[in-house]
């Protein structure tokens, strides 16, 4: 069976590293049985109880990719040693109205890159505090907290450092044993 994990990727800049982590984890994941595909967020509008009644587009799209998921990947940057507002904007708009959230009770895991000796552990901390508000069944370890520098991808998008990478489809079987394991 293939999983399909929908992927929200907090960064929104089209470079970003964690853009690039998203697509250098795709082929480690099939190994691993799921299928990766991103839910954007970039069109998400700022979370107001007062459009709930009649959502944007954007919003009704984003709370159907999220249902249609059986699990979610968080993949975070850190931003002044917090979660980046468009990822706490998506997670508003998933958990409301209260009784109909998309994403109360999902199975989900937090992962992140960072240019900085921390990497991302203390947005993953925030971010993870707000998924177990929601009720995820979030996977804890292994925990993923990469410190990118120059050569870390390899020309075509790949991880450069053979242990690395295996650190990492490892980290993919771990997630798909996890999605399996609470379906």
């Known amino acids: 069976m293939t999983y399909k994990v929908g992927v929200i990727i907090g960064s929104l800049r089209a470079g970003s590293i964690n853009r690039m982590l998203f697509e250098a984890l795709k082929p480690l994941a099939?190994?691993?049985?799921?299928?990766?595909?991103?839910i954007a967020i970039r069109d998400l509008p700022l979370y107001?109880?007062?459009?709930?009644?009649?959502?944007?587009?954007?919003?009704?799209?984003?709370?159907?990719?999220?249902?249609?998921?059986?699990?979610?990947?968080?993949?975070?940057?850190?931003?002044n040693r917090g979660v980046?507002?468009?990822?706490?904007?998506?997670?508003?708009?998933?958990?409301?109205?209260m009784g109909q959230a998309e994403n109360n009770g999902q199975i989900s895991t937090v992962i992140g890159a960072s240019m900085g000796a921390l990497a991302t552990s203390i947005a993953q901390?925030?971010?993870?505090?707000?998924?177990?508000?929601?009720?995820?069944?979030?996977?804890?370890?292994?925990?993923?907290?990469?410190?990118?520098?120059?050569?870390?991808?390899?020309?075509?998008?790949?991880?450069?450092n053979a242990d690395t990478k295996e650190f990492l489809a490892g980290w993919a079987?771990?997630?798909?044993?996890f999605i399996e394991s609470h379906k």
Do not use: C
Not at 30 to 38: D, Q
Not at 50 to 67: G, H, I, S, T
Not at 87 to 96: E, L, M, T, V, Y
Not at 173 to 177: D, I, L, R, T, V
């Open 48 to 79: 107001n109880d007062d459009v709930l009644p009649n959502p944007p587009a954007a919003v009704v799209e984003y709370k159907k990719q999220l249902k249609a998921a059986d699990a979610v990947l968080y993949i975070t940057p850190e931003y």
């Open 30 to 38: 099939a190994e691993a049985g799921m299928e990766f595909s991103e």
């Open 125 to 160: 901390n925030h971010l993870r505090s707000s998924l177990l508000f929601l009720d995820n069944e979030i996977m804890r370890q292994p925990e993923v907290y990469l410190t990118i520098g120059q050569g870390f991808f390899t020309e075509d998008g790949d991880i450069a």
């Open 173 to 177: 079987k771990a997630f798909a044993a």
């Open 84 to 97: 980046p507002a468009p990822i706490k904007n998506a997670i508003d708009w998933g958990s409301r109205p």
